[in-house]
């Protein structure tokens, strides 16, 4: 099976089980989903969305968030670790907002990633959550399950995005990355997995990858 025949039977799967999947980061407004994204590396969504409403009571804006001591944002997200380079990078992406983007999140890619702890896929995040501009976030999840459904080789996150784009339409990237995310967690674990039980991996996959997986698991 092509690997765009693919992505249309998995687009339909996904549909089903996701018609409308929730953004899983608690937000407001772009800039606190921009700072939410941020406290989300290497962390979980939710533990993200304890601490964050705490720290945006203190500040939502780049304004504010910029006047906040570093010691107070670090204190605040402390249990969501990286603590110190994330308050770091928080305030300084809030300051750059505030002096280069007269304190507005900008919607271009290019202009997000200039900010202290914002790379591609966080950028990308933004556009698609925030502004509903299309982009393909590829995180661990999706860039796992791709290679496992035959849609890239998996050689590295940026060749997952540009696969991925290629087999999908733009106007679903942005519903689509998120449906992955969910299925990625609900049915399809990076560990102790039976792909041939899987709604997608038991006819997407390979048998060499299933086999592959199989005997990792003995």
């Known amino acids: 099976m092509r690997r765009r025949d693919k992505a249309v039977k998995?687009?339909?799967i996904l549909?089903?089980?996701?018609p409308?999947?929730?953004i899983p980061l608690t937000h407001g407004d772009p800039y606190t989903l921009l700072v939410a994204v941020v406290?989300?590396?290497?962390?979980?969504?939710g533990k993200v969305n304890e601490v964050a409403p705490k720290l945006f009571a203190l500040a939502n804006t780049p304004q504010r968030m910029a006047q906040l001591p570093l010691d107070t944002i670090r204190?605040?997200?402390e249990p969501i670790g990286l603590a110190p380079t994330k308050a770091k990078n928080i305030r300084a992406l809030s300051e750059k907002l505030v002096t280069d983007f007269c304190g507005q999140v900008p919607s271009d890619c290019q202009a997000l990633e200039t900010l202290p702890g914002v790379g591609h896929k966080s950028a990308s995040v933004?556009?698609?959550q925030a502004f509903g501009i299309p982009a393909f976030p590829v995180d661990t999840h999706i860039h796992r399950l791709a290679a496992r459904w035959g849609l890239s080789d998996g050689v590295n996150v940026e060749k997952t995005e540009r696969d991925l784009k290629k087999v999908f339409p733009p106007e679903q990237w942005n519903l689509c990355h998120l449906q992955i995310i969910y299925f990625g967690r609900e049915y399809c674990p990076a560990r102790g997995h039976d792909l041939s039980a899987c709604p997608i991996c038991s006819w997407a996959a390979t048998k060499k990858r299933i086999k592959q997986e199989t005997q990792k698991k003995k």
């Open 15 to 18: 549909n089903k089980l996701y």
């Open 39 to 45: 406290l989300s590396a290497q962390a979980t969504d």
């Open 126 to 128: 933004v556009l698609a």
């Open 20 to 22: 409308r999947p929730d």
């Open 75 to 77: 204190r605040v997200i």
């Open 10 to 12: 998995i687009g339909r």
